[in-house]
């Protein structure tokens, strides 16, 4: 008995020993597929003569290369647009692939000069011709090939296409990619190709245009017959035959999805597509957008997308702040659910504004004014976020709420944040089940925190300590003239300002003898004086004090009806970047003081208030910039006589060029007001400018209104005036 225990458990032993063994052979079998691929066979080739699995250099590892990634792009694209298109988009979304894209072009092709490390790929004997079948199927060929363990999904490109990557990500994540999958907008043709692109009644395929996405399964089992595919095309159309691919040999159609019409979004607008406003819905709700035809265009899409993006984490950042605060006053025992809440009730106390095709509000002195452009913007970005939020779950629940109009609502700002009431018509649609589409009206309540305040850090840097030019035009205003001179010396010269004066002397009426004394009596080495020629124009006068720097020179455009603070010099210094930005602060314009404060007279300190001014949204007159860049935009119109008008000029080229346009309400500048003298025989549109300006000084909407209510006479007056004028009318 003993020798068969013995024996017993010597088996035991034996079995547990050799499952031990089979297990570690197993894990060393396995454990090269775990292994990080060797660089040969992370690069991607630029040229595929030695086959698809030969590797070389210039393409890079991809982001995730530790074990599998997500996505691989595949970018279609030609020779002619490597340097434009394809740059576009590496650039652009190309630069946030979670995993690795690729640009495939004919054979022989080049990465361009400008991008050289563009991931270029030049399949052998294939050109740039129409239609791409070749290229197409060639592509995925290599793809599979080269790619095909390493990545779950598989999206195949135009250069044309912008993919918001973020979004496309988290569809991906949400898809089980093991499954053969083939993922796009569905098509049957147009109506003249329908019925003669050789499908069958419930076959279809994914347009190329808004980019098709393969699940690793469907390239499986669609590569090996490849060959097969491109020897029995029966159409042109890349995307067509490449649906009838996937069909015969995955055994699958393009997905059939109502909502995959906006997710992969094709705009048929053409060339013009997307060169507009990006503010819409269509926009974004997007996941790919088709065609960008521009890069410019292209860049244009991402700048607004990191907008977008930027406005997530924002609204992400106030939801954890609200989780906070309602987790530390639950920890004090504190209820503050609700807007009657004892922390908040008793903040609220603001009027209430009410919105429908116009704006009616009691904090103003016009009770009903049309709806500003900033009011409609707003309103239009809560409808927007908030369709969104209703339509986040349509895919599960099959229905569709589509808003159509805003009927009428209310708004107030509190020192909590902005309170909106919409009464909305919406168009609410269900797809799946029985059929139903009605319209229906919502209230929306809906309230906006303010955010925190933010701070930065600014460095000191060469820039902020430069020397700022000012040039000011003058032909006579002695006595503007002494006033800015005075400030000038009081904020600069006494106290060693980095900044030089000068002053273009246009010959006047007045005493110019005066005006010379009281300019050199200044330091010669920071104040010059340069004698005008001719009849007195802004242009030519600025133009000239401009042609006396020197292109690293850094020039401000002031008049002598400007007052400016020592921060308002430190903003121009930091606001200004050469080859990148200029500078056009709102300046703030004073009424006539004899409306606004009577006899007493204005205070020595400007008063920034409505009661007591206005911002020149709408002047451009005063703007900061190096004189290589004003060179670069085309200078001013010389040619511009009389009155106004340069500045817009000037604007208009700055905004057109490649700089960037820098536009804030600067409080340090102050148009001290003066009387505006409108001569006759200017040109009529700035005739009409002119009026505009003077009357736009006069004094405030709430000041007029006064004004007529203590004289009845002013009322009486128009009344007569304007029933002389419909008496006196052809029509009468």
Not at 508 to 529: G, Q, W
Not at 614 to 623: D, M, Y
Request: charged content about 25%; overall charge positive.
């Amino acid at each position: 008995m003993r020798y068969k225990r013995r024996g017993l458990s010597s088996a035991v032993l034996g079995l547990g020993g050799g499952l031990l063994l089979g297990l570690l052979l197993l894990g060393a079998q396995r454990e090269p597929r775990r292994a990080a691929p060797s660089a040969a066979s992370a690069a991607a080739p630029t040229s595929l003569r030695g086959g698809p699995r030969q590797a070389a250099e210039g393409l890079a590892s991809p982001k995730n290369a530790s074990g599998q990634g997500l996505l691989y792009v595949g970018v279609m694209t030609a020779r002619k647009y490597l340097g434009t298109r394809a740059k576009a988009v590496y650039e652009s979304w190309g630069s946030e692939v979670p995993g690795q894209i690729g640009f495939y072009s004919s054979e022989g092709s080049r990465p361009p000069e400008e991008r050289p490390d563009l991931p270029l790929l030049a399949l052998p004997r294939v050109d740039d011709s129409y239609p791409p079948q070749k290229k197409s199927f060639l592509m995925l060929q290599h793809m599979w090939t080269a790619y095909g363990e390493r990545f779950e999904w598989f999206l195949r490109a135009d250069d044309d296409l912008y993919v918001r990557m973020d979004r496309l990500e988290k569809l991906l994540r949400s898809v089980d990619s093991r499954k053969p999958e083939y993922i796009g907008q569905a098509g049957r043709g147009n109506s003249e190709e329908f019925g003669l692109l050789s499908l069958e009644y419930d076959e279809n395929f994914c347009m190329g245009g808004p980019g098709v996405i393969f699940s690793r399964e469907t390239l499986r089992r669609i590569v090996p017959h490849i060959k097969h595919c491109l020897a029995n095309l029966y159409t042109t159309h890349e995307d067509v035959e490449l649906g009838r691919c996937v069909r015969k040999f995955a055994g699958i159609s393009c997905t059939w999805s109502y909502e995959m019409q906006s997710i992969l979004y094709h705009n048929s607008s053409g060339d013009l597509a997307f060169t507009g406003k990006l503010k819409s819905k269509e926009v974004h709700r997007a996941i790919s957008m088709h065609p960008v035809k521009s890069p410019p265009h292209m860049y244009r899409l991402h700048n607004y997308m990191r907008g977008l993006k930027v406005q997530e984490l924002q609204q992400k950042r106030i939801e954890l702040q609200r989780d906070m605060e309602r987790m530390r006053d639950l920890a004090k025992g504190l209820t503050t659910v609700g807007s009657d809440s004892p922390r908040t009730s008793g903040s609220r106390s603001s009027h209430w504004d009410f919105v429908s095709r116009s704006e009616y509000s009691l904090g103003d002195s016009n009770p009903r004014r049309r709806l500003h452009a900033d009011l409609k913007e707003g309103l239009e970005d809560v409808t927007r976020e908030v369709m969104a939020s209703i339509n986040a779950c349509s895919r599960q629940r099959g229905r569709f709420v589509e808003e159509r109009q805003a009927l009428y609502g209310y708004r107030r700002l509190t020192p909590l944040g902005a309170d909106t009431v919409l009464d909305l018509l919406l168009l609410y649609k269900k797809y799946r089940g029985r059929k139903v589409t009605l319209p229906v009206r919502r209230h929306l309540y809906l309230h906006q925190p303010f955010t925190g305040l933010e701070s930065r850090e600014v460095q000191t840097t060469n820039a902020d300590v430069s020397t700022i030019y000012l040039v000011v035009p003058v032909s006579g205003r002695q006595k503007a003239l002494r006033r800015f001179l005075a400030n000038y010396e009081r904020l600069c010269l006494s106290v060693g300002q980095r900044t030089e004066l000068l002053v273009i002397l246009y010959p006047s009426h007045e005493d110019d003898a005066s005006i010379m004394k009281s300019i050199e009596r200044l330091d010669r080495n920071k104040v010059r004086l340069v004698q005008g020629t001719g009849k007195f124009s802004r242009a030519r006068a600025l133009d000239q004090g401009a042609a006396l720097l020197n292109d690293d020179d850094l020039m401000f455009f002031v008049d002598v009806d400007i007052s400016f603070d020592v921060e308002a010099l430190a903003r121009i210094r930091r606001n200004t970047i050469r080859s990148k930005r200029i500078y056009f602060p709102v300046v703030f314009s004073q009424y006539d003081p004899r409306i606004v404060y009577g006899t007493r007279g204005p205070p020595e300190t400007p008063d920034i208030s409505p009661l007591s001014g206005f911002w020149r949204l709408f002047g451009f007159g005063i703007v900061a910039m190096y004189k290589s860049d004003y060179e670069a935009i085309g200078r001013f119109d010389l040619t511009i006589e009389g009155w106004g008008k340069e500045d817009v000029d000037l604007f208009e080229k700055a905004v057109k060029s490649s700089l960037q346009v820098f536009r804030a309400p600067d409080l340090g500048l102050v148009h001290v007001y003066h009387g505006v003298s409108c001569d006759k025989s200017l040109k009529e549109h700035q005739f009409a400018m002119c009026k505009g300006t003077k009357a736009d000084t006069y004094a405030s909407t709430e000041q007029l209104a006064s004004l007529i209510y203590r004289n009845p006479e002013y009322l009486d007056f128009a009344r007569k005036t304007r029933a002389m004028a419909n008496t006196s009318s052809p029509a009468a």
